[in-house]
């Protein structure tokens, strides 16, 4: 994917701006809210009369591949059309054979595994025809991309990672596991901004003593990170080659929220979006975006794709309707009585205790604390004392809401086809702005979605 010409990209943006506005109902609201805030009640008669009496593998199709039937509501086919249409990212050419030397597997998933090979491969497939022998990674974490570089590719790496502690662990590995690169791999901590070019170039004068081309990559650069890495590619003269994959958009910083009620509220960030193109149209037309490119939008556009659909059984489906539904009902009896759900634990409900609603309630009373809006511990203690009260009281809830299951994963396939166009138009605005900068940027699929959700990277190379 490259960022298409003007008029073509003023087109494609407005009507992203226009599914976005119509679907919000399937993502502009925390899924725990299912019930609480009516949003199956939003669902448009005809989609379900349709979606609701197919075959769980015509499910899986129509969500994963997008196949629709003729007798079907043309909204419902418009809307298919659209998410196809708003998808413009690419598919992966190829899938390496290569595996990682066993000195590398150790301790890491294959999902691991498969990112730093891949990404890997990309990195030298870019720069080996540049002569570029040195990368920058930044965010490198515990180095696992930068000691694959030197060990497959002989490059020098430069690791730069903004907590203190994570690069003494790297280092610590590095001794330990691939002490031959010593010399070559280094890792320092550095807080990377917009700002770091000249910090960055002291750190590789430093380290290095040599002035020459670089590369500056990043696997999973989170929230703001992978925009300040654009703008560091951007100013930096060295830096002829740009790897990125962005992940974790939802994480992006926030500059204005304001207050619409008092479940709501509208945010505006302060790298999205990026480009004056969509800003333009954004302003043309009078959208307010802080209405629903929220937070809840940007989730949206990093969670798994589509793809986990395939081939899914009736029983995974089963189980995870269950899930969503058991959760939206709890939410809405502690919303219904008055009272806010905290966590005992790091984690609400264990999947285990979701075997049938009786047991789902109680493990859930024994993790969550029903807490007054005043959060007094005597009137916590109270009621948590009435516990075979809630729990009858929440299962009587669940009788009334139960015949919604095959709903809420009809709403969470649609809330699926909706992931590839939220990421393909935020990656679009970004491509934009690079070329807006005078930078020629394209988008590959590094790696396999079903593996690694977060699989496109922003490739770019200065002439």
Not at 62 to 68: A, C, H, M, N
Not at 102 to 116: A, D, P, T, V, Y
Not at 143 to 163: P, R
Not at 360 to 370: A, E, G, P
Request: glycine residues 4%.
């Amino acid at each position: 994917m490259a960022c298409i010409s003007e008029n073509t990209e003023n087109i494609y943006f407005l009507n992203a701006l226009n599914l976005f506005i119509e679907t919000q109902w399937l993502y502009n609201t925390p899924v725990t809210n299912l019930l609480t805030d009516g949003l199956l009640d939003l669902f448009p008669k005809q989609w379900l009369n349709a979606l609701q009496i197919l075959e769980n593998g015509e499910l899986n199709d129509f969500v994963v591949k997008k196949i629709t039937k003729p007798q079907w509501s043309e909204t419902l086919k418009n809307f298919v059309n659209k998410c196809i249409c708003i998808n413009q990212l690419p598919t992966m050419n190829t899938v390496l054979s290569t595996k990682l030397p066993k000195n590398f597997q150790m301790g890491l998933s294959l999902k691991k595994q498969h990112e730093i090979i891949h990404l890997t491969h990309l990195i030298h497939i870019q720069c080996a025809p540049q002569n570029i022998k040195i990368i920058v990674d930044l965010g490198a974490g515990l180095g696992y991309i930068c000691q694959l570089l030197f060990h497959l590719y002989g490059y020098q790496v430069l690791g730069l990672e903004k907590d203190q502690a994570t690069v003494n662990n790297a280092r610590k590995r590095q001794l330990k596991m691939y002490p031959d690169s010593l010399t070559y791999v280094k890792y320092n901590c550095c807080d990377l901004t917009h700002n770091s070019v000249e910090t960055i170039e002291t750190i590789l004068h430093n380290e290095f003593r040599q002035k020459s081309d670089v590369c500056l990559i990043g696997l999973h650069a989170c929230g703001d990170l992978s925009v300040h890495a654009s703008k560091i590619f951007r100013d930096m003269k060295a830096a002829r080659v740009f790897i990125i994959v962005p992940c974790c958009y939802h994480k992006l910083s926030i500059s204005k929220s304001i207050k619409v009620n008092s479940s709501n509220e509208k945010q505006y960030f302060k790298n999205f979006p990026l480009s004056s193109r969509l800003k333009t149209v954004i302003n043309n037309y009078n959208f307010d975006i802080g209405l629903f490119l929220r937070q809840p939008f940007l989730r949206l556009a990093c969670q798994e794709s589509a793809d986990r659909w395939c081939n899914m059984s009736t029983k995974i489906h089963n189980e995870h309707s269950f899930y969503v539904l058991a959760r939206a009902v709890l939410q809405l009896y502690a919303t219904k009585n008055g009272f806010f759900l905290k966590k005992r634990n790091r984690k609400g409900t264990r999947k285990s205790q979701c075997l049938n609603f009786e047991t789902y309630v109680r493990d859930s009373l024994n993790r969550y604390i029903l807490q007054s809006p005043r959060g007094e511990n005597a009137e916590e203690q109270d009621i948590q004392s009435n516990f075979d009260m809630h729990e009858k009281n929440i299962t009587q809830l669940w009788k009334v809401h139960c015949n919604k299951l095959n709903m809420v994963e009809l709403y969470t396939g649609l809330q699926l086809m909706l992931q590839a166009p939220a990421e393909s138009f935020i990656l679009q605005d970004r491509l934009c702005w690079m070329a807006e900068q005078g930078l020629e940027a394209k988008i590959i699929q590094v790696m396999n979605k079903s593996l690694s959700p977060r699989a496109y990277a922003i490739v770019s190379r200065k002439k």
